[in-house]
């Protein structure tokens, strides 16, 4: 593409990309890494005010957060309010991660907010006040598109830890809320749950309410010794009772929900009660919930958790032979609640949940779970995962989950993930001669060999379908494959190896579950949909 023809939305995340540091996640000098930059940034933006005068629901945790905040949103929403959501990471394009009214800001109010406040810091900043990296940009700018749209709550999910996050430039939010914690980003928060609760509490504010969910009693103990410090009244949620739902379900998938969902009503319940806003009746919410909140639980949606999408490019007769099961899951407890919902929902008469698309439940409904007789169903994984996390310890949850259900995958792809970490809006591929480095993922292959070497009894049903000459023409670009696993050099080529073994085995239904990371699974999405 020549100069001229870049598009001004390509200009934009052409800037954007140069504030990504090349430094890694893990290096030690990010811990607060100059904070206090970051009330200079809202001074420069004229921020301040706005800011101090926002309606903010401030929420952390190590797994959960992005979804108690989407059902927060969505119960807002329900109850008349203009409702701003800064969420993180994306997985196709970089404004999902601004919602106004539960829809992504659209192009033209996205590049007006992103060029305002980017020749403002531009302008003003120097070698002592470098330009913000880019999860700070990102978040300013969120605060800058939630006060010019004036929005009546903004809901901020917390990039990464509490404390140092830059979300935590807000000093007076009206509730927050800290979602189940576990061992995630230890490399940057710390070894133990009592440290990486610690950061996370880092987000109570002096005599601000605070609700978390049940917590291993470790984690518990430092928020409720934080909390005490600060005059924070701290108060546990209780779970959802699913009975309060009056027979419609949670709109995100997964026995958890019901933990976020509780946290959520809470979080809203004070919302309203602190603002003033009155004409809900929301306080008794052990006996019943007010329509509108059901209505918002129940129609809440997240792209990339437990989500389920055919392959909208195959040519085949039968759109439903190859679909996919997205989950972003990347600690070790997620994989087990995905396993668990990967195996519910790939079996017959799996229900689809109300908030799938029309062209994904109509896919599955053509596919399979009402699917003709005899058609067998065989399943893959689609796996990567960053090399901070422990495959050694993802992989085997995964597997024993499945497996006490009675699926066992048949093969498992690796690949590296297309997006380039330090790219916004790029999937270009490697030039074919880049010598890609697949070396992460042989090392996950082998882990997946020994435990398949380990896992006795394995379906006989699956032996069938080895299909690994397809790959035979990529083994050579430096694929690894035996018969249960193969190591494809882009994902494009898992895809389209995907593509034709449904295509040649039409009297099988192919169920990929794709999981490990929220990179991969936004990758998946740009190639499977149109």
């Known amino acids: 593409m020549s100069e001229d023809t870049v598009s001004p939305y390509d200009e934009a995340m052409e800037a954007l990309s140069s504030l990504i540091t090349k430094r890694s996640r893990a290096d030690k000098s990010n811990k607060g890494d100059r904070f206090d930059l970051l009330f200079d940034y809202v001074k420069i933006l004229e921020l301040e005010e706005p800011i101090k005068q926002m309606k903010i629901i401030h929420v952390a945790g190590t797994k959960g957060k992005g979804s108690t905040c989407t059902f927060t949103e969505s119960i807002l929403r329900n109850c008349g309010f203009r409702t701003g959501l800064f969420t993180s990471p994306h997985l196709i394009d970089v404004r999902e991660r601004f919602r106004l009214d539960g829809l992504d800001i659209c192009e033209e109010k996205f590049l007006e907010y992103f060029w305002w406040s980017w020749d403002r810091l531009k302008e003003r900043t120097s070698d002592e006040m470098p330009m ?44 927050c809320g800290i979602a189940s914690l576990g061992y995630d980003h230890m490399e940057i928060l710390g070894n133990t ?50 009975s309060l739902l009056s027979s419609l379900h949670l709109g995100l998938e997964g026995e958890h929900q019901y933990l976020n969902a509780g946290l959520a009503i809470a979080l809203c319940s004070t919302w309203l009660q ?20 059901i209505k918002g639980l129940a129609t809440a949606s997240l792209q990339g958790r437990a989500q389920i999408v055919s392959d909208e490019f195959i040519e085949s007769d039968n759109p439903g032979d190859l679909v996919f099961y997205l989950d972003g899951a990347h600690s070790p407890e997620s994989m087990d609640v995905c396993a668990n919902w990967f195996s519910i929902a790939t079996k017959e008469g799996y229900i689809v949940p109300n908030n799938q698309t029309y062209n994904d439940s109509k896919a599955l409904h053509e596919s399979g779970q009402n699917a003709p007789f005899g058609k067998k169903s065989t399943q893959i994984l689609l796996f990567n995962c960053m090399s901070v996390r422990d495959p050694q310890l993802l992989l085997p949850r995964l597997v024993n989950a499945c497996a006490s259900h009675g699926v066992h995958f048949n093969k498992a792809l690796f690949v590296p993930n297309t997006s380039v970490y330090y790219k916004v809006g790029s999937v270009a591929p490697p030039a074919a001669d880049t010598q890609v480095d697949l070396s992460w993922q042989i090392a996950l292959q082998r882990i997946w060999e020994n435990l398949v070497i380990a896992e006795k009894g394995r379906d006989a049903k699956n032996a069938e379908l080895t299909t690994c000459e397809a790959v035979n023409d990529d083994t050579e670009k430096g694929g690894n494959s035996s018969a249960t696993s193969t190591v494809f050099t882009s994902l494009p080529l898992a895809i389209n190896w995907l593509r034709d073994s449904a295509r040649k085995n039409q ?23 149109k």
């Not at 009297?507 to 949909?529: A, C, E, N, P």
């Open 274 to 293: 602190k603002t003033g806003r009155v004409g809900i009746n929301y306080l008794n919410q052990t006996t019943s919930l007010p329509e509108e909140f």
């Open 193 to 242: 749950l009592g440290q990486i609760a610690g950061e996370k509490a880092g987000i109570f504010k002096s005599g601000v309410p605070a609700f978390t969910v049940p917590q291993p009693e470790e984690a518990m103990s430092v928020l409720v010794q934080k909390a005490a410090e600060l005059d924070v009244n701290l108060q546990v949620a209780a779970p959802l009772d699913p």
């Open 132 to 175: 913000p990296t880019y999860f700070r940009f990102l978040a300013l700018l969120a605060f800058k598109i939630f006060a010019a749209e004036q929005v009546d709550v903004a809901i901020l999910e917390v990039g990464l830890g509490g404390k140092f996050d830059a979300t935590n430039v807000v000093e007076n939010p009206v509730v």
């Open 507 to 529: 009297s099988v239904r192919f169920q990929v579950l794709v999981t490990g990371s929220l990179h991969l699974v936004g990758d998946v999405l740009r190639l499977i949909k």
